[in-house]
């Protein structure tokens, strides 16, 4: 159960950091800001700042994540502190799928993306003994 935990944690982990890039590194470029429905360079160059910001929100998940994932194998009070990083980090992914989900028929698909790994690893951590 806790290796299933890790690895499905770890792709929600990823995606984040993905998410992070596209976000906070690489917005301007025209690729990237299309994914998000954004039309034009002007748009991009408007939203750029809330798009940073919210890049290094998907980061901070991502690190909570992955110190909990690395944790995972501890027994005791670590092993607590553990499933709290990975089943919190994972339920703020969870919310923010749910909530991506309900902007649009268009953003389903990235909600969905964003949703699945996140839920699954949630219940699975949720599941390994303390």
């Avoid at 990823?14 to 301007?28: D, G, N, P």
């Avoid at 990237?32 to 750029?48: P, V």
């Avoid at 991502?62 to 980090?89: D, N, W």
Wanted: hydrophobic share 60%; proline share 3%; net charge positive.
């Amino acid at each position: 159960m806790v290796i299933a935990a890790q690895l499905v944690a770890a792709l929600a982990a990823l995606l984040h950091i993905v998410f992070f890039l596209f976000e906070s590194v690489f917005w301007t470029r025209p690729a990237i800001f299309a994914r998000f429905g954004i039309g034009s360079q002007q748009e991009a160059d408007t939203i750029r700042p809330m798009a940073y910001n919210q890049g290094f929100y998907n980061l901070a998940l991502a690190v909570g994540v992955i110190v909990g994932i690395a944790m995972l194998e501890t027994h005791g009070g670590s092993l607590i502190v553990a499933k709290t990083l990975v089943i919190f980090g994972t339920a703020c992914m969870c919310v923010a799928g749910i909530v991506l989900a309900t902007t649009g028929r268009s953003y389903r698909q990235a909600a969905a993306i964003q949703f699945v790994p996140a839920v699954v690893a949630l219940i699975l951590a949720s599941l390994v003994p303390a």
